[in-house]
T-cell receptor, first 110, second 114 residues
Framework: AQSVAQPEDQVNVAEGNPLTVKCTYS??????LFWYVQYPNRGLQFLLK??????LVKGSYGFEAEFNKSQTSFHLKKPSALVSDSALYFC????????FGAGTRLTVKP | SAVISQKPSRDICQRGTSLTIQCQVD?????MFWYRQQPGQSLTLIAT?????????ESGFVIDKFPISRPNLTFSTLTVSNMSPEDSSIYLC???????????FGSGTRLTVV
């Protein structure tokens, strides 16, 4: 069975500081991992994905994520947070279909 | 990536009634997915809809409550039947056309049952 966990319900950072949103996964075989963002009253938007290759994946809006097989993690990072990054972030894993983590609400304060 | 039009964007419905949500994709896709996002929670897969066959429902979801149609490769509907306040959620359709292995989502239908 595939599953993904986001251990933090809420992450608060100050604008300009680096941010990390954590994700761990459990799958049989090679994982396909994703990050999505949901802004208020909007659908989900794709940020980035890991399929194979380089463990550091770069995505939209300056976000990146690092695949760590030994720790079964896929944490989302950004070197310098913006207030406009405040949103709900979902990690997802795909085998046959897409399964989502519980979501982490990121708040970036000015 | 595919463009998905989902409607209605929101609705307020009386308990006991039914609402049909429509999802139109700008290109042909084999699989379409329906998700539910309850308030403050993550997305839960309701069912997978393939054209020309019965939808496949996830545990906890049944066809009588959430009938799905998939008449062609660009369109699907999800009906929420005999609604109760517990059905108040955001319902999202998605397709597998975001590039390799990614999904594209509709903007969602925010349903409130009173």
């Amino acid at each position: 069975a595939q599953s993904v966990a986001q251990p933090e319900d809420q992450v608060n950072v100050a604008e300009g500081n680096p941010l990390t949103v954590k994700c761990t996964y459990s799958v049989s075989g090679n994982p396909y991992l994703f990050w999505y963002v949901q802004y208020p009253n909007r659908g989900l938007q794709f940020l980035l994905k890991y399929i194979t290759g380089d463990n550091l994946v770069k995505g939209s809006y300056g976000f990146e994520a690092e695949f760590n097989k030994s720790q079964t993690s896929f944490h989302l990072k950004k070197p310098s947070a913006l207030v406009s990054d405040s949103a709900l972030y979902f990690c997802a894993v795909r085998v046959n279909d897409m399964r989502f983590g519980a979501g982490t609400r990121l708040t970036v304060k000015p | 990536s595919a463009v998905i039009s989902q409607k209605p964007s929101r609705d307020i419905c009386q308990r006991g009634t039914s609402l049909t949500i429509q999802c139109q994709v700008d290109s042909q896709v084999t699989m379409m997915f329906w998700y539910r996002q309850q308030p403050g929670q993550s997305l839960t897969l309701i069912a997978t809809a393939n054209q020309g066959s019965e939808a496949t429902y996830e545990s906890g979801f049944v066809i009588d409550k959430f009938p799905i149609s998939r008449p062609n490769l660009t369109f699907s509907t999800l009906t929420v039947s005999n609604m109760s306040p517990e059905d108040s959620s955001i319902y999202l359709c998605s397709v597998d056309r975001s590039g390799p292995w990614g999904y594209t989502f509709g903007s969602g239908t925010r349903l409130t049952v009173v």
